[in-house]
């Protein structure tokens, strides 16, 4: 039976870069979450008897989400939902199941690469037909009704058990279960070339992934052990917990330094790579080299022509505002479009279905194609294991040549979190309040040549989206971007990303600190960002 339920409104439930994150205390507010979802279902509005993914990372409160979800959508007239075992999808998994199977869409329930547990992060996110998130036009009604619900739907009785494969019904809606795993590796499997790649590892290379105990390990032990021969053990912490073994599941040098720390090793493994929370995301470490995402970007568009599914050649790059510039040099010089757009997959999903771009990628360790409309850990590091077994040499000599054919762009993003909310908006104000008068100012050795509050106008649906970041562009090219972050949970994180290119090989081998070293004092005096913030550190450095 149906069930209406009266409800009553709550006012934060606005999504952010990527979906609605809160605390998990947040999410378990009386119907903090039906109304959400009823808010999605209602937005959305889809025909009756359409098909729904639903899935997550796996962190604590998945299976509860996933139970209510099932039971909401049959309420709202889905015909079926397909739902990964045991409610775990990673978010490239969901997304390319939506593809695949024609589903109106999916809820996608993850908090990424933030902390989970009964206090730690939990989110919700619907993604649309194509697979990827929701445009700004769909999360801003979302809000809306979230503002205005009063009442939603749900089947009384509860969720048939989703923990084994098979098809059930919740009244007449069908409730299929399905390996998270089994599709999206063999869509892997027809994108690359295993048959190199397992000759590669048979020869002796050695392969570390790091799944952080988070979505990744089924499917890093299913592609990388199983069917690419690499021997057991090679997938470490690869068993998904609802607390990432009390880690924090995001793919850098802080988080991720064991893993760096073997790949630095001489006799250590030849190849390193660990993903987030929910799979999406990728740490790519070569021997005695960390790969910074945004070059990831710039070498895996200018090789991916090595792997089969991109041997015609790439239509065109997209990337994030804030990453920087090198994949725009490789572009140049293939001959193809770039895109620059603000943060967040969901820019990218126009493009995409266009045809207008084959590879986005963003300086979060994100990095995707058109395969699907999510950016995908696992993938890039296939691909990476693609060029590897093409082009026979080490990770760090790829970097190497690519940086003395190209150039080499020095880049770091300085994360200041947890700051006070009133601080953080103070410090865009006032930087935003001084953009009309920076350019011509010197800073030291630097000149600021361009200053703005960088706005996207999408190129496919004429939608424009403004107050992205506030961008300082100097003459030569370095840049300084700020922008608060969109995904946090608790006060507001400010990111500060630096860069800087150096076409003089001789330089190259500058450690990153030093080479930007002016840029970054040139930083937080512009910013204020000690004198409004009290903090003369950043907490994290990526
Ligand atoms: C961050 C990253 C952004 C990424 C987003 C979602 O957003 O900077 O590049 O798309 O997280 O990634 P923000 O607004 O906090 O800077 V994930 O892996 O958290 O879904
Ligand atoms: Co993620």
Not at 318 to 337: E, N
Request: hydrophobic share 35%; aromatic share 8%; net charge negative.
């Amino acid at each position: 039976m149906i069930e209406r339920i009266a409800t009553k409104p709550y006012d934060d439930q606005k999504p952010g870069t990527s979906g609605l994150r809160k605390k998990v205390p947040h999410f378990k507010q009386e119907n903090y979450v039906q109304n959400f979802l009823q808010a999605i279902f209602d937005t959305v509005g889809k025909g009756e008897r359409e098909t729904l993914v639903i899935g997550g990372d796996g962190r604590f409160f998945n299976r509860d989400v996933v139970a209510i979800a099932i039971r909401m959508a049959a309420a709202n007239g889905y015909g079926r939902v397909i739902v990964g075992q045991g409610g775990i999808l990673s978010t490239p998994a969901a997304s390319n199941l939506i593809r695949k199977r024609g589903a109106a869409g999916g809820i996608v329930l993850s908090a990424s690469h933030n902390p989970g547990g009964p206090k730690g992060d939990f989110g919700i996110k619907y993604n649309i037909e194509n697979g990827g998130p929701a445009p700004e036009r769909i999360t801003s009604a979302i809000y809306k009704k979230t503002k205005a619900i009063g009442e939603y739907r749900i089947y009384s009785a509860p969720a048939p058990e989703f923990l084994t494969v098979g098809e059930r019904s919740l009244g007449d809606m069908t409730v299929e279960v399905i390996d998270p795993v089994a599709d999206y590796a063999d869509l892997m499997e027809e994108l690359f070339d295993f048959g190199k790649i397992r000759d590669l590892i048979a020869s002796g290379f050695k392969v570390r992934f790091d799944a952080m105990h988070a979505v990744t390990g089924p499917y890093a032990t299913e592609i990388l052990e199983n069917r690419l021969g690499a021997a057991e053990g090679s997938v470490v912490n690869g068993e998904p917990k609802e607390d990432f073994g009390g880690g924090h599941p995001d793919p850098n040098a802080v988080y991720a330094a064991d893993l760096i720390e073997e790949l630095m090793r001489d006799d250590g493994p030849d190849f390193g790579a660990a993903s987030d929370g929910d799979g999406d995301r990728n740490l790519i470490v070569g021997r005695g080299i960390v790969v910074t995402p945004s070059d990831s970007l710039a070498v895996l568009a200018a090789n991916a022509h090595l792997a089969p599914a991109y041997k015609k050649g790439i239509a065109g790059v997209a990337r994030s505002m804030p990453t920087s510039q090198a994949v725009d040099r490789v572009a140049k010089k293939l001959g193809i479009g770039a895109y620059e757009t603000p943060t967040g997959w969901k820019y990218f999903g126009n493009l995409l279905d266009a045809g207008k771009v084959t590879i986005c990628g963003e300086e979060s360790a994100g990095t995707g194609s058109d395969h699907v409309r999510e950016k995908d850990g696992v993938w890039a590091v296939l691909l990476w294991l693609n060029i590897l077994a093409e082009r026979h040499e080490s990770v760090k000599a790829i970097i190497e040549s690519h940086w003395s054919e190209f150039g080499r762009t020095f880049y770091q993003r300085h994360d200041f979190e947890e700051i006070d909310t009133d601080k953080a908006e103070g410090l865009m104000e006032s930087l935003r309040d001084r953009l009309a008068s920076m350019a011509g100012q010197r800073f030291g050795s630097l000149v600021v040549s361009e200053a703005d509050d960088f706005s996207y106008k999408d190129p496919v649906d004429g939608s424009v989206a403004t107050g992205q970041g506030v961008r300082i562009v100097f003459s030569g090219g370095a840049r300084i971007v700020y922008r608060l972050s969109g995904t946090g949970t608790a006060g507001a994180t400010l990111r500060v990303y630096i860069e800087r290119y150096e076409s003089d090989p001789a330089k190259h081998t500058q450690d990153p600190g030093e080479a930007l070293a002016e840029l970054i004092s040139i930083a937080d005096s512009v910013g204020e960002i000690k004198k409004r913030t009290g903090r003369s550190e950043p907490d994290v450095i990526t």
